[in-house]
């Protein structure tokens, strides 16, 4: 009868925290116990840990005339999952002395960490959040990290630990033992994920490119900028103007993540659930986020209980799509206030507290009235005054001022449809034109992301987006006349200090997009036409 000790991991929010599971094994009646301010999911683990055991043939803790006591510490955190089955069965296995070591894996417990939930027969289930927790064992300077097989691609994309997958309990005790080793994973070749990625677009339903949608020359020239400077966009027009088809086309005219944002937003996906391709937990692409209007509150900015990403957050590092935007409830809209202004969004429960990454491009699409005939010189609007009032007042000044482009999608001639003809650009031309804006971006705020700099913003520079007030000042700066000419029209328009920070930020994207160095004239005058007239 002895005392042991083994590491785990558990996910609360988007962020692993390392937990000692301890095992004690007395003399006594039969009793067993598992403590530790846990939920129902892991209260229920002594009957799949026991089940598990006996099929690998070993003997459980409900078996023996013992007292056996499953402490999971720091005790008051409060944990909840699966996760916690293969190392509270390995606690339990060394322990009470069923796994004998082999030499070469002396003090194996010390420098691992085990996770993964059990089947009755001893099989282990794919997790959740494979990548969070093993940068966690790599930030504890933990050597080895054992896990679902199913796993492995994933939590391989960490240098520098020792990553072993296996597909049930009994592969791990003999790796132990030494009688039949699990070789390490090797890290994970983004490279070869990513050619497969581009080689099977069967994970897309109904792709549309920017030439298969006739007309819109406008929109598609605001889609384009907002999409080279990550800029919010609002599409309003009649129904059935090509609003949604825009908003779907411009999913294709985001770059291919780098691999920092692969990790940034794997890790959020994976803790989620989500997946970019049916065989790889990998996201090689932008997300496209696209909620229903029904869609409540909770499920788009987050919350629950304990905390947990909404749509919001699941659109980090891309789009988020969200069409017929005034039907939204209400408070889901000025929910948006925070991540449109800050690319965060803190959740506070009586838990705990959560702060989710939000660095989204917002594109909405809405009607112009409640029928979408208001304006229509060839259809009337049959909406009474309360009816649009009551659909204006859903979108609020603020939520207003923190879209960059507004642009008006309106009818095409029918001459244009029904033809095989392409029209403008593809969807590719778009994205070689966008990857030139954000080249001469990257160039510039290159030698600006110092130490210095840095913890003044904490914002690494990389969109025009980013630029903080300050930071207007040094890359959009305007020559006297030029800013003259701002200053009498922003007079006009009644623009607020944002809205006048937002058309500079949007001027620096069209002049980057026109491959110029300076800010003109044409391109304030660009900018200031992007500002709602609805």
Not at 401 to 411: A, C, Y
Not at 458 to 475: P, V
Request: charged share 25%; proline share 4%.
């Amino acid at each position: 009868m002895s005392f042991i000790s083994v590491k785990t991991a558990f996910i609360l929010g988007l962020k692993a925290h390392l937990i000692e599971v301890e095992c004690d094994i007395g003399r006594g009646t039969n009793f067993f116990s598992l403590i530790g301010l846990t939920d129902k999911a892991i209260d229920e683990s002594g009957d799949r840990i026991s089940a598990a055991l006996r099929n690998a043939g070993y003997t459980n803790p409900k078996q023996m005339n013992q007292r056996t006591v499953i402490s999971l510490a720091p005790a008051n955190l409060r944990k909840e999952g699966t996760l916690f089955d293969l190392p509270i069965a390995m606690a339990y296995l060394a322990a009470s002395e069923q796994i004998i070591f082999a030499k070469n894996v002396e003090n194996i417990l010390e420098n691992s960490l085990f996770v993964g939930e059990l089947s009755l027969q001893g099989e282990l289930r794919e997790l959740r959040g494979a990548l969070a927790i093993t940068e966690l064992a790599k930030k504890n300077k933990i050597k080895n990290i054992f896990l679902p097989q199913a796993n492995v691609e994933e939590a391989a994309l960490i240098p520098g630990i020792n990553i072993f997958g296996a597909k049930n309990l009994k592969e791990i005790i003999q790796h132990l033992e030494g009688k039949k080793k699990i070789f390490a994973a090797e890290p994970t070749n983004l490279e070869f994920f990513k050619d497969k990625f581009l080689q099977n677009n069967n994970f897309r339903k109904n792709p549309v490119d920017m030439s298969d949608i006739k007309g819109q020359t406008a929109a598609k020239r605001a889609l384009l900028i907002a999409a080279a400077g990550g800029h919010n966009i609002a599409l309003y027009g009649p129904p059935g103007t090509g609003k949604t088809m825009l908003a779907r086309a411009a999913r294709d005219l985001l770059p291919e993540l780098n691999q920092q944002e692969i990790l940034e937003v794997t890790r959020i996906h994976s803790i989620a659930g989500t997946a970019s391709l049916e065989d790889s937990n990998l996201i090689l692409e932008a997300p496209f986020r696209s909620p229903h209007h029904t869609s409540s509150y909770v499920s788009l900015v987050g919350g629950g209980a304990t905390p947990r990403p909404g749509e919001v957050t699941l659109a980090h590092g891309g789009i988020l799509f969200l069409d017929e935007f005034p039907e939204f409830e209400k408070k889901s809209i000025e929910a948006l206030r925070e991540p449109l202004e800050e690319g965060f969004i803190s959740i506070s429960r009586a838990k705990g507290t959560e702060k989710f990454p939000a660095k989204f491009m917002l594109i909405a699409a809405m009607n112009p009235c409640p029928c979408g005939n208001r304006g229509n010189k060839d259809k009337k609007c049959i909406c009474t005054m309360n009816d649009i009032a009551r659909y204006e007042r859903k979108l609020s000044g603020p939520i207003i001022d923190r879209v960059d482009i507004w642009i008006q999608v309106s009818n095409i001639p029918y001459a244009q449809l029904g033809t095989a003809e392409k029209s403008g650009d593809s969807s590719e031309e778009f994205k070689k034109k966008i990857l030139i804006a954000r080249t001469m971006m990257k160039k510039r705020f290159a030698s600006y992301n110092d130490s210095e700099n840095l913890a003044y913003s904490k914002i690494y520079l990389t969109l025009n987006r980013d630029m903080s007030a300050k930071e207007i000042t040094i890359f959009a700066n305007l020559s006297p006349e030029i800013k003259s000419e701002l200053d009498i029209f922003a007079q006009k328009l009644n623009l607020s200090p944002r809205a006048y920070h937002r058309v500079l930020r949007v001027a620096r994207t069209i002049a980057d997009c026109d491959e110029k160095e300076n800010i003109s004239k044409e391109h304030i005058l660009e900018a200031l036409q992007y500002r709602p007239k609805i």
